[in-house]
């Protein structure tokens, strides 16, 4: 580190008194928490010697606050100005103002004897001023709606992450190996300062839950697709698996939050986008397209007369099942697991196995409707071909100008997350299709994998300079129906709807 000059010093203290303002106005802390909180962020800061600075800015917002002080560190020679640096600086910062676990966990229990509602309104509120939550980055996704035959799906080009820098990937791959925490999931990743390859949670403070008699936690994730995008984890590291067990599980957690929905990804590769090595589902205060779809075809379970059951009208493979009775339910959902992972249809191309590899799974997603427990039974399958190696129910390799990557619980729902590239891209794209005409796409290094695309639908839609990111926008939401019905294992086609009875019949 360089010595600090007395400006150095001014412009620390300066950005100090506004995070110790903002943590004052947030009620993170009181008037007699800051002499402590400002010696702990002058020994962060790198300053030993406090500079009443009259004239600083204010600044309430935790995000320009935190890049003021990351900035000064960068100038003090504190860390090496890295996207990553950056981020285990200003979150150990940050966990300077973050309460111990007793305090948070205290404040979730006192709140939850009032309501399931209150307990988390305050748990996500206290998560973002914690920053915890990048809410700031949040805000910068692009977001919008595509409406279908199917509802209206959500569409987001996920901007918050911020973009590996090489030096970060270089430091990374240098690191010491460490197996602590095991993976980003566990239980002692709150409090954790970080390191090259592991990000920092100083300001994380999960909440403890009990789930169908196993100890769990929650938290929000920090980069959240939706309202209250939470994770639930078990405290234990082990691996995902969708077994008979895990509805029970489903269905206990809406019993603790019924104001919530939650889910889990598949646990094969390919058909699940979600980290396989732990335990754990999401969920959150949202409502998706596909729990406001309707069923399409009513069936009748011999078994479980009481079931209300039915393939829903959705361009995946879905049957739902609600009963009052959870227990019930459970065991009607293990049921159809069951017959789904031994299940074999040569003629719809859906196996089981081969040579061994099992294939089919499920995503399930549970919810509330008054006194009704509800699962959406997402049927799905794995199976590749050397036409086809990332995966036969997977994205047509025709549309991974758009979406390429696995297709998990949040996609299932209707929700797109797409690459961040196509900010930039549809920029690009928009520009060149007013100033430049459509040729200009095929011959931009960026642009041309979208030539197809572009061609084809600039020669059915009138394009202007007014409706161009509308259209942009609406055609990047027709693709992701497309990546939803090539995700459906039985395909919207009289014969795709034959095949998917004929799985029906077998329950």
């Not at 590996?164 to 990374?172: E, G, V």
């Not at 729990?291 to 075809?297: G, L, M």
């Not at 079931?307 to 009775?325: F, L």
């Amino acid at each position: 580190m360089k010595g600090a000059t007395y400006m150095d010093t001014l412009a620390i203290c300066g950005a100090i008194q506004n995070l110790i303002d903002y943590s004052v106005d947030s009620e993170l802390i009181t008037k007699d928490d800051i002499f402590v909180i400002r010696n702990q962020l002058m020994d962060v800061m790198g300053v030993s010697d406090w500079q009443d600075n009259i004239g600083y800015v204010n600044k309430c917002d935790v995000d320009d606050i935190l890049e003021d002080m990351v900035r000064l560190a960068v100038d003090a020679e504190l860390i090496e100005d890295t996207a990553n640096n950056r981020d285990l600086f200003d979150t150990r910062i940050m966990g300077v103002l973050t309460p111990l676990p007793r305090e948070i966990i205290a404040k979730f229990r006192s709140d939850y004897a009032v309501s399931p509602k209150l307990a988390t309104d305050n748990y996500y509120d206290i998560s973002k001023m914690l920053n915890y939550v990048r809410a700031g980055r949040i805000a910068k996704d692009l977001k919008w709606t595509y409406d279908c035959d199917y509802g209206t799906l959500d569409i987001t080009v996920n901007c918050s992450k911020p973009e590996k820098d090489p030096r970060d990937i270089a430091a990374a791959k240098t690191a010491v190996a460490a197996s602590y925490p095991k993976c980003q999931l566990c239980a002692e990743n709150a409090g954790y300062a970080g390191r090259a390859d592991h990000p920092a949670r100083q300001n994380l403070r999960p909440i403890p839950m009990s789930v169908n008699g196993e100890n769990w936690q929650i938290q929000y994730s920090p980069y959240g697709y939706y309202n209250e995008h939470c994770i639930v984890f078990n405290s234990e590291h082990i691996p995902m698996k969708i077994d008979d067990a895990v509805f029970l599980k489903l269905f206990d957690i809406i019993n603790y939050l019924p104001h919530y929905f939650v889910g889990s990804n598949a646990d094969l590769p390919i058909v699940g986008g979600s980290i396989l090595s732990h335990e754990h589902f999401q969920g959150g205060n949202y409502t998706f397209a596909m729990a406001r779809a309707e069923i399409e075809t009513p069936i009748k379970l011999p078994k479980y007369p009481k079931i209300n059951a039915g393939i829903v009208k959705w361009p995946m493979s879905v049957i739902r099942v609600a009963s009052a009775d959870m227990k019930e339910l459970a065991a009607c959902c293990a049921d159809i697991l069951e017959k789904w992972r031994g299940y074999t249809d040569e003629d719809a191309f859906i196996l089981a196995e081969t040579d061994g590899t099992p294939h089919n799974t499920i995503t399930p997603i549970a919810r509330k409707r008054g006194d009704m427990y509800e699962c959406d039974l997402v049927l799905r399958n794995n199976i590749t071909t050397d036409e086809r190696p990332l995966g036969v129910y997977h994205p047509n390799p025709a549309l991974h100008h758009i979406k390429k990557e696995n297709i998990g619980l949040i996609e299932v729902m209707g929700l797109a997350v797409l690459p961040a590239r196509l900010k930039q891209e549809i920029e690009l794209l928009a520009d060149a299709l007013v100033n430049k005409g459509v040729s200009a796409v095929r011959e931009d290094d960026i642009l041309e994998k979208h030539a197809d695309w572009v061609e084809e639908f600039a020669s059915r839609r009138e394009i202007t300079a007014t409706n161009v990111y509308d259209v942009i926008r609406d055609e990047i939401g027709a693709v992701f129906l497309e990546v939803l019905m090539d995700a459906g294992v039985y395909k919207r086609t009289d014969e795709g709807k034959a095949a998917f009875m004929r799985f029906i019949e077998t329950l």
